[in-house]
Each structure stands twice: as structure tokens, then as C-alpha cells.
């Protein structure tokens, strides 16, 4: 028996799913046949490439090395089946991002990509920086963009952009524009939540006056922290990024502080691990971008 096609499709959807009963459903078969292709599959390679974690199945160290390859093969499969020019990219590309990136830079840039390569896919998948680097160890997306540090030892991060914290607040408030460091320990708080790059970046510029800070409110979600300082609910802050449409609305309003909140946005990718045409070239256009 030879590794085939299908036994490499439902690999590659279970490291993206964690879940054979999805991965079966992408790639149209039962479970009961998605499941017998992993065994056969692992029986062939005589590795273990998943391991259960609850519910969900973990990809292993033998899954990850494997599964650039079977990617490569997959892409390479679709180009054949396509008849396109060599130069031409199809499948889908699996990208995570962190939440700031993902919301107000990565749709712009995917429809970009899209107008030179019409045949590619994505798949993007939008969560805190802890989110990111976990989808690319778990196999779930081979390239990532967060704006938090990455020092895991599978993957390497590469500088990419320069983004501005700010510190807002709702236009109608009573706040004065210029803020010391008193005044903002005396303010009320909306934060993102513990994890993410925006919160690292603000408790590691308020130093060892963190603890002092009052955070009234801690949410997982840019537009809700945005919603809840227009209602005067407490200081904000936020990409610069994320905050033009409310200026421009005359939402809210930007403070000067003696805050450093300049942050470096990084792309990080699997160590050592050879990368499908699709994120190659999607890197190189987004190092252009710098």
C-alpha cells in the first residue's frame, strides 16, 4: 500500500479542524472512512501524527514535520487539476493574525494577493497573539502576523511593520487632552483582554505602576472596548489602526501621555519547516508592504 491523495487531504484537514468528524466533512466522506484513512496513513509512515486532547486531537512532532510536505503535495496536486500556468497559485492559504492585524490590515492585503493570484484561497483566522502562535504549533495555519512576542522554540519571528498605540477616550468627556502619569492612574479602564499584544504593550509602558491602574472593564473584542469608552465607560487604548472611522466620526478623542506605546508587528512562521509556494509568495508581498 502507497500513501494516497485522500489520506493526505483528511491529514492535513484534521491538523487545521483538531477534529476527524470535521476534517471528514471538508473533505466530503464519512467519518468512519476519514478515520480508517489516519490509521492507514500513520501504519505507512509507522508515526503517531495526532494525539487526543479532550475532544480534540493534537497534532505531534511527527504531524508538524510532515505537514508542510503534505501541503506542498496538495498545492502541487491543484495546479495539475487546475491547468494553470506554473506561475499561477490555487488552493488555500492558511493565515492567522492576531486580532488588530487581522481586522483592519489583513483584508485589505488578501484582496491585493487576490487580484494577482484569482485561484487562491484563504482562510483566516482571527484571535489574540497566545491564539496565533498555538494555531501554527497545532498545524492550523502555516504562516502567522501578530503584534505581541513570540518565543516559542518551533517558530521564528521575523519584524515586520511599526504600529502607535493611542489613548482615547469618548469626545464628549470631560478628560483633559494632555495626561500625566497620575492622571492615569486616577482614570477608570477599558482593556483588551490579559494575552493580547495591545495589553502587554500598555502594562509594560505603565512599568511598575501597573498595579495601580483601575481597570473597570476587560474585553476580548476591539469594537466592543471602542462601543464601551464612546459611552464614557473609561480611557481606552488601542491601534491607531483601529480608530480612524470614530475620529473622522467625532467619537472619540486622542490624549497625549508620556506613555512610550510604539510597537513592532511581527510575522512568525514554523522553524526549519519549508513553506507552500501560496505562503511563500504571500510573505514577499507582505515584506513589500514594510
Known amino acids: 500500500m502507497k500513501i494516497t491523495l485522500r489520506q493526505l487531504q483528511i491529514f492535513v484537514a484534521i491538523a487545521r479542524t483538531g477534529s476527524v468528524t470535521a476534517a471528514a466533512q471538508q473533505v466530503a466522506i464519512s467519518q468512519p472512512a476519514a478515520s480508517q484513512a489516519l490509521r492507514e496513513l500513520e501504519s505507512l509512515l509507522d508515526k503517531t501524527l495526532f494525539t487526543r486532547n479532550g475532544k480534540r486531537l493534537q497534532i505531534t512532532e511527527q504531524g508538524r514535520s510532515l505537514l508542510p510536505q503534505a501541503r506542498a503535495v496538495l498545492e502541487q496536486i491543484d495546479h495539475i487539476e487546475s491547468q494553470l500556468s506554473p506561475e499561477e497559485l490555487t488552493g488555500t492559504l492558511h493565515i492567522s493574525a492576531s486580532v488588530t492585524i487581522g481586522n483592519y490590515l489583513m483584508p485589505a492585503m488578501i484582496a491585493e494577493f487576490r487580484q494577482r493570484h484569482p485561484q487562491l484561497h484563504f482562510e ?167
Open 124 to 290: 483566516l483566522s482571527i484571535s489574540n497573539t497566545p491564539g496565533v502562535i498555538r494555531d501554527l504549533v497545532n498545524g492550523k495555519a502555516e504562516i502567522g502576523f501578530i503584534e505581541g512576542f513570540c518565543q516559542h522554540p518551533d517558530l521564528e519571528a521575523e519584524l515586520w511593520q511599526q504600529d502607535e498605540l493611542v489613548v482615547f477616550s469618548a469626545a464628549h468627556s470631560a478628560i483633559a487632552d494632555t495626561l500625566d502619569l497620575d492622571d492615569l492612574l486616577k482614570a477608570e479602564w477599558v482593556m483588551r483582554e490579559t494575552g493580547s499584544g495591545t495589553r502587554i504593550l500598555l502594562e509594560q509602558a505603565l512599568g511598575a505602576r501597573v498595579q495601580d491602574v483601575k481597570v473597570s472593564l476587560s474585553l476580548t473584542h476591539i469594537e466592543a472596548v471602542k462601543q464601551a469608552v464612546i459611552q464614557n465607560l473609561g480611557l481606552g487604548c488601542l491601534s491607531q489602526l483601529s480608530l480612524q472611522q470614530e475620529l473622522r466620526m467625532g467619537l472619540i478623542k486622542h490624549h497625549q501621555t508620556p506613555l512610550q506605546l510604539t510597537r513592532t508587528l511581527l510575522i512568525i512562521k514554523p522553524r526549519n519547516n519549508a513553506l507552500t509556494d501560496s505562503a511563500t509568495q504571500f510573505l514577499a508581498f507582505a515584506r513589500e508592504l514594510r
